[in-house]
């Protein structure tokens, strides 16, 4: 029982790289969710699905793109990395029943 | 616009007493609030939650209080453990939003043996 599970933990990326954050869960759930946490910050809602083919912004999209091509899998991707990117982003599944469940994290640094 | 304030960024605590961790809101169409905990390296976890139609949630060592006519909520840890020491993160959901949450800024409780 995997839960969430994010790829890959840590990455360094030089300004103006691309790189796709991976995320996928193995419940099923057809909510998926991306945010950023910057120091002080909390966490910021980035793209949310609300299942397979549905994607929505959340409060800080800018910069980001995601896909919803299966209910498991919910990719976000960077096109043109930039300083203030530099965050740690998390991925969660949620049900009403259950709440959140939260990936551990993937660390990214642009330099 | 900050909906969901956490104005401790951190909070030491003598292991045995209470902690006490805030929590304030703008928006009085929240029809439910969740605390979750957070260890380094680790993801969220959810902690406890509370309805906007109740004034209190316990479990175990862990109660929340909520005053809606303050829009204020706390959680009481009673007695604090040194494991209890994380980051504390109060958590908003707007009626009808599906898990879309808004998070407040996080409180770093350290409890010291």
């Known amino acids: 029982n995997a839960g969430v599970t994010q790829t890959p933990k840590f990455r360094i990326l030089k300004i103006g790289q691309s790189m796709t954050l991976q995320c996928t869960q193995d419940?099923?759930?057809?909510?998926m969710y991306w945010y950023r946490q910057d120091p002080g910050m909390g966490l910021k809602l980035i793209y949310y699905?609300?299942?397979?083919?549905?994607?929505d912004k959340g409060e800080v999209p800018n910069g980001y793109n995601v896909s919803r091509s299966t209910t498991e899998d919910f990719p976000l991707r960077l096109e043109l990395a930039a300083p203030s990117q530099t965050s740690v982003y998390f991925c969660?599944?949620?049900?009403?029943?259950?709440?959140?469940?939260f990936g551990s994290g993937t660390r990214l640094t642009v330099v | 616009d900050q909906q969901v304030k956490q104005n401790s960024p951190s909070l030491s605590v003598q292991e045995g007493r209470i902690s006490i961790l805030n929590c304030d809101y703008t928006n009085s169409m929240f029809d439910y609030f969740l605390w979750y905990k957070k260890y380094p390296a680790e993801g969220p976890t959810f902690l406890i939650s509370i309805s906007s139609i109740k004034d209190k949630n316990e479990d175990g060592r862990f109660t929340v209080f909520l005053n809606k006519s303050a829009k204020h909520l706390s959680l009481h840890i009673v007695p604090s453990q040194p494991g209890d020491s994380a980051v504390y993160f109060c958590?908003?959901?707007?009626?009808?939003?599906?898990?879309?949450?808004?998070f407040g800024q996080g409180t770093e409780l350290s409890v010291k043996p």
């Open positions: 958590a908003a959901h707007l009626y009808n939003q599906g898990g879309k949450l808004i």
């Open positions: 699905s609300v299942g397979a083919g549905i994607t």
């Open positions: 419940m099923n759930h057809n909510y």
């Open positions: 969660a599944s949620w049900t009403e029943l259950y709440g959140y469940t």
